[in-house]
């Protein structure tokens, strides 16, 4: 059988985890930046078209310890490459390492490219290849002296590009994130969600669209759609799959509000292009006017920061704003931002808050957990 690593950002392993035991896969174990799992190659398919929260889905061909360049070069040879890449097939390396003896990234990588050609030179019996047909992304990844050899399954665009964000504003929420971030709140499709600062609509459209449990890579392709070894059959049969599970009787109450009109016009645009757009109510208005529809909402925001030498006043006060709107005690409220004075301008302390990675900025996530509705049992994160 088979072994995967779906990839994550730093501190949503744990939401990757829960979605890969979701799909049933075998011999699932959490790693710094990975979930790895044994399946059928049919995963390469159904984890492609259905993860939110990962960033790729790679197949791994092997792992072992490599101390010297000899050692990675004959250990990577060993390595079933042949039964993977056809005799036509494109292939590049690219590399990491941290913590290991082999730190030269740009030889690691040559190394393994010619450790490769080797092995295919031995199956195929020629000397020279065409690399006209399918790609495959080789990745070596050395940590502490463990060299890990995966195929990229995914393709050029991370799992974050489900293809209906046409154009966005200046450093938008990955898709990826968005998802993870509503995956640690206590909302489902029963309550309202809300995004007071929804800029180009990220949050409400992945909210959108696990209420309407679509699968997240319907939409588009990946690299190993064209590989011999996994059939057209697969795909339609994967796709057809997550096609059955959308919930179209679903009536999830979704709100999007943002002060600038140009984003909220963006924002409809791309819900319309996710075919979400008839069950979220977009909005030109100040954080200020918002007025809560009901009690026992969840409200999810990426408001506005920055890496900054002093604090940002028009900020501070935007983050004021927004915990006078949220001083209701029913409503459950979730913040990332890297503003660590958030909590002094919010007005309150959070329940939790959790270190995440939006790009490249060192973020928190602060967890406001409000009242749980009456009759109801707490639902599944939240705090942690």
């Given at each position: 059988?088979p072994?995967?690593?779906?990839t ?13 035991a ?8 959490a790693?710094d930046?990975r979930?790895d799992?044994?399946a059928?190659?049919?995963a390469?398919?159904e984890a492609n078209?259905r993860?939110r929260?990962?960033?790729r889905v790679l ?8 101390l ?8 990577t040879?060993?390595l079933p490459?042949d039964e993977w890449i056809t005799v036509?097939?494109?292939f590049?390396?690219t590399?990491k390492?941290?913590?290991s003896?082999l ?6 990588q ?5 450790a490769?050609?080797e092995?295919?030179?031995?199956k195929y ?6 690399e006209?047909g399918s790609?495959y ?7 502490k002296?463990?060299a890990?050899?995966t195929i990229?399954t995914?393709?050029?665009?991370g ?10 504003l200046?450093a938008?929420?990955?898709e990826t994130?968005?998802?993870a971030?509503i ?9 309202i ?7 180009s609509?990220t ?6 669209l696990i ?5 997240p890579g319907?939409?588009?392709s990946f690299?190993c759609?064209?590989w011999p070894?996994?059939s057209?059959?697969?795909?339609k049969d994967a796709?057809a ?10 009536e999830?109450e ?8 140009g984003?909220?016009?963006l ?6 292009a ?6 979220i109510r977009?909005?030109?208005r100040?954080?200020s006017?918002?007025?809560l529809p009901?009690?026992y909402g969840?409200a999810?925001?990426?408001p506005?920061y920055?890496e ?5 006043k028009e900020v501070e006060?935007?983050y004021g704003?927004m915990g ?5 005690k ?5 913040v990332?931002?890297?503003d660590?004075?958030?909590?002094s301008?919010?007005?309150r302390?959070a329940?939790a808050?959790r ?5 490249m900025i060192?973020?928190?996530?602060y967890?406001y957990?409000?009242?749980k509705?009456?009759g109801?049992?707490?639902q599944r994160?939240?705090?942690?």
């Amino acid at each position: 059988m088979p072994s995967f690593i779906a990839t994550a950002a730093f501190g949503l392993e744990a939401v990757v985890k829960r979605e890969v035991a979701k799909l049933g896969y075998a011999n699932i174990a959490a790693l710094d930046g990975r979930v790895d799992f044994d399946a059928e190659l049919s995963a390469a398919a159904e984890a492609n078209i259905r993860l939110r929260s990962a960033s790729r889905v790679l197949l791994k061909i092997g792992a072992f310890e490599a101390l010297t360049f000899d050692s990675l070069f004959e250990q990577t040879k060993a390595l079933p490459w042949d039964e993977w890449i056809t005799v036509d097939g494109k292939f590049t390396v690219t590399g990491k390492s941290v913590r290991s003896a082999l730190f030269s990234v740009p030889d690691v990588q040559s190394i393994v490219k010619k450790a490769v050609v080797e092995k295919l030179k031995q199956k195929y019996k020629v000397n020279w290849f065409a690399e006209t047909g399918s790609e495959y992304t080789i990745q070596v990844s050395l940590l502490k002296d463990t060299a890990t050899l995966t195929i990229d399954t995914t393709g050029t665009h991370g799992l974050h590009r489900r293809g209906y964000r046409q154009k966005a504003l200046l450093a938008p929420l990955r898709e990826t994130l968005a998802a993870a971030l509503i995956d640690l709140t206590y909302w489902n499709r029963a309550r309202i969600f809300l995004d007071p600062c929804c800029g180009s609509g990220t949050l409400p459209i992945e909210a959108a669209l696990i209420a309407k449990n679509i699968a997240p890579g319907l939409s588009r392709s990946f690299a190993c759609e064209k590989w011999p070894q996994i059939s057209p059959r697969t795909w339609k049969d994967a796709r057809a799959s997550a096609y059955a599970d959308i919930l179209t009787d679903a009536e999830p109450e979704i709100y999007g509000s943002d002060i600038d009109p140009g984003a909220v016009e963006l924002a409809r645009a791309n819900a319309e292009a996710a075919g979400v757009d008839d069950c979220i109510r977009f909005e030109t208005r100040p954080l200020s006017r918002i007025a809560l529809p009901r009690d026992y909402g969840v409200a999810v925001a990426n408001p506005p920061y920055g890496e900054r030498l002093g604090r940002d006043k028009e900020v501070e006060q935007l983050y004021g704003e927004m915990g006078r709107v949220f001083k209701n005690k029913t409503w459950s409220v979730y913040v990332l931002t890297a503003d660590e004075f958030f909590e002094s301008s919010f007005g309150r302390k959070a329940n939790a808050k959790r270190k995440l990675f939006n790009g490249m900025i060192k973020t928190d996530y602060y967890q406001y957990v409000g009242e749980k509705p009456k009759g109801q049992a707490g639902q599944r994160r939240g705090v942690s």
